[in-house]
């Protein structure tokens, strides 16, 4: 039955130059009929030109100039994804943090879920490599981000996720408000909010190798701030 699902695979990039082949390459070498969106913030590094350069009819890149953002570009990676009537969403980071091969598990978590969070804080999953401090700070922002909101989920931040369509039209997307790491919270109590069955599948986060990580303590303190925004203004209904 799944093999019959319209699968896209969102990737939001900044100056992912050193993975993205290698990882498009991943993505296309599995047994799923995948179609890709790069969502490219017109990166210096020339990523959106690596991928045009594979010229592979299921690895497109979308180029957005202007404002860069990472929830912007995973929205607008959303919108064309439904546009083309994908079943299914997927979106995952450029840079290796987010293993290719979990997907097919994500995928038939959707069977029963309408969103399949790839979570490093479930039984069984985990981070490598990644700095104590990172940790600590994903860490603290999960508890705090169930504490507030009480999302049924053990990893709120985890930007690797399907979502079955379905849930995906019940969101006013226009309606996001928050930029960088809140901007998944939002995207997630959303969905909770409209009724969506939340499941999680182990993965083992790894801190990237090549490139360099967006992630500034601007964000973060934004996104302290945003999660109590959400709460005051976003209700569960009935
Ligand atoms: N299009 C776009 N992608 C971004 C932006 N910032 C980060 N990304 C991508 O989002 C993913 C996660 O970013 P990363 O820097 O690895 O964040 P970290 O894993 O939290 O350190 C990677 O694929 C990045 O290339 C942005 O402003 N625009
Ligand atoms: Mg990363």
Redesign the pocket.
Known sequence: MSNLKKIWVV??????ADNIRALLNQLLELSLPLEILV???DSPDGTADIVESMNNPRARVLR?TGD???GN?VLDGFRQALKEKADLIVGM???F?HDPQAIPELIQATHEADVAIGSRYCPDGGTINWPVHRIALSRFANRYVRLILGIPASDSTS?FRCYRREIVEKLDLERIRSEGYSFLVELLYRSWLAGARITEVPILFRD?LLGK???NSKEIYRSIFMVLWLKASLHRKG
């Not at 990737?11 to 992912?16: A, C, L, R, S, V």
């Open positions: 990737i939001p990039t900044y100056n992912e969502v490219d913030d957005r860069r953002g990472y570009a980071d450029a840079d943090s930007g990237r990580s967006k992630i």
